[in-house]
């Protein structure tokens, strides 16, 4: 049997009403087996899908070189991936294999890892719309932004439940612990979210601009090949038989204000998506090449808009389960009732399963962020080939000092 302090049959077993014992086949899942297997089933297997292909990712990081917060992405989502694998044996403790504070750990190390996956992104993006100039200053700010944000979020995660929980064996109805972490997570994503969204679009508008710079670029240099082959009286297959390149410009001076800089090359032909191994020909014709190059600034608003909708979902969940549990008087009713009481005897049992909105929600949000981190970029290890693609690559927002390495989103 298993008792809590009070009386009380510990978290996962109901009372049995005939002889008021707290037997360990008396647990909540066996209230609704089929809910409950099904609940595990789906865990199990979204967490195996999410965790081998993360898995794929991070060894194709290794093998062809990428960048070092894809790195860390995919290392956090291998953690939160894995935490499914483990829920998937007792979710919520109701069949009493894993203690509350142990299945709850897992809920908490899965929910750290993808916030932290958008502190870093934060931190990124901040980087990029800082002028290097400034960068030395602003470094400081963005390093006690990241290294607070960490702290509240794995301290408010993994260390608020487990002193709760151990203070007193009954504080697993009364789960006040439950309003802190949901109080200060909303707030913590709303900070982050903003701070992202607002670096992002800054990052998108630069990024359009050189865009189009270079568009206008392209037309003017059309224009010139025109003049050119009218009056060499050239045939059209001859001269786009020659190859032509681009000419390198070397990057503007850092500058102390936010003039935008000199219009700069968006395509990298050394880099590849493992996810698209279509070859690009840089001996084709230049208007061809950039014309079949992904836009750098289109992916740039695509992963902000997806990622505040992923923070924007959270939040609201948050609210509305904070607003709940409030109404409820910031206990678990149906799980007190089961293990003080026992089963009603004139009334069905109480339904001690809902649908996981939580854990859905981590769950697209780890799709999310394999997405929104999926390219990766060919690390050179010749010094020629590397000095040929730092100069070849249009990846420096400002004008110097980041190379692939900082633009692989």
């Known amino acids: 049997m298993c008792t809590l302090s009070d009386g009380t049959c510990c978290y996962g077993i109901y009372k049995d009403g005939r002889n008021g014992l707290c037997l360990p086949t008396n647990t909540y899942a066996s209230l609704q087996p089929e809910v409950n297997n099904a609940i595990r089933i789906s865990f199990f297997s979204f967490g195996l899908i999410a965790f081998v292909a993360c898995v794929r990712k991070r060894y194709l990081l290794h093998c062809h070189g990428?960048?070092?917060?894809?790195?860390?992405?995919?290392?956090?989502?291998?953690?939160?991936?894995?935490?499914?694998?483990?829920?998937?044996?007792?979710?919520?403790?109701?069949?009493?294999i894993y203690p509350p504070v142990v299945s709850g750990l897992w809920v908490d190390i899965c929910g750290a890892s993808i916030y932290s996956v958008m502190i870093l992104f934060t931190a990124f993006y901040a980087r990029l719309v800082v002028p290097p100039a400034r960068l030395g200053v602003a470094e400081h700010y963005i390093r006690g932004f990241t290294c607070l944000a960490f702290f509240l979020t794995w301290g408010v995660y993994v260390f608020?439940?487990?002193?709760?929980?151990?203070?007193?064996?009954?504080?697993?109805?009364?789960?006040?612990?439950?309003?802190?972490?949901?109080?200060?997570?909303?707030?913590?994503?709303?900070?982050?979210?903003?701070?992202?969204?607002?670096?992002?679009?800054?990052?998108?508008?630069?990024?359009?601009f050189i865009q189009e710079a270079n568009a206008r670029a392209v037309a003017v240099d059309t224009l010139r090949q025109q003049a050119t082959l009218t009056r060499s009286k050239m045939s059209p297959p001859v001269l786009m038989s020659m190859p032509r390149q681009f000419v390198d410009c070397p990057p503007p001076s850092a500058l102390l204000d936010d003039?935008?800089?000199?219009?700069?090359?968006?395509?990298?032909?050394?880099?590849?998506?493992?996810?698209?191994?279509?070859?690009?020909?840089?001996?084709y014709d230049i208007a061809a090449t950039l014309s079949s190059a992904p836009s750098s600034s289109s992916r740039v608003w695509k992963v902000t808009m997806l990622m505040e909708a992923c923070s924007i979902g959270t939040i609201a969940s948050a609210v509305v389960f904070m607003l709940q549990f409030i109404r409820d008087g910031c206990e678990l009713p149906a799980a007190r009732r089961l293990s003080r009481d026992g089963l009603p005897r004139h009334e069905p049992p109480p339904a001690m399963y809902q649908w996981p909105v939580f854990g859905f929600?981590?769950?697209?949000?780890?799709?999310?962020?394999?997405?929104?981190?999926?390219?990766?970029?060919?690390?050179?290890?010749?010094?020629?080939a590397l000095q040929d693609q730092e100069r070849h690559v249009a990846s420096r927002v400002w004008g110097g000092g980041r190379t692939t390495e900082d633009t692989s989103i």
């Open 160 to 208: 608020i439940r487990p002193l709760y929980l151990v203070a007193h064996d009954t504080n697993i109805f009364r789960s006040w612990h439950l309003l802190v972490q949901y109080a200060v997570s909303a707030i913590d994503v709303l900070v982050t979210s903003s701070a992202a969204f607002y670096c992002g679009m800054h990052v998108h508008r630069r990024l359009a």
């Open 361 to 384: 929600i981590q769950l697209i949000a780890i799709g999310a962020i394999y997405w929104c981190f999926s390219k990766t970029k060919q690390t050179p290890t010749d010094a020629f």
């Open 259 to 283: 003039t935008p800089p000199s219009p700069i090359l968006l395509h990298d032909p050394d880099s590849f998506d493992d996810d698209d191994d279509d070859a690009v020909d840089t001996g």
């Open 66 to 96: 990428g960048s070092t917060i894809q790195k860390q992405v995919y290392a956090l989502m291998l953690v939160a991936s894995f935490t499914f694998l483990l829920r998937s044996i007792d979710p919520w403790s109701h069949e009493h």
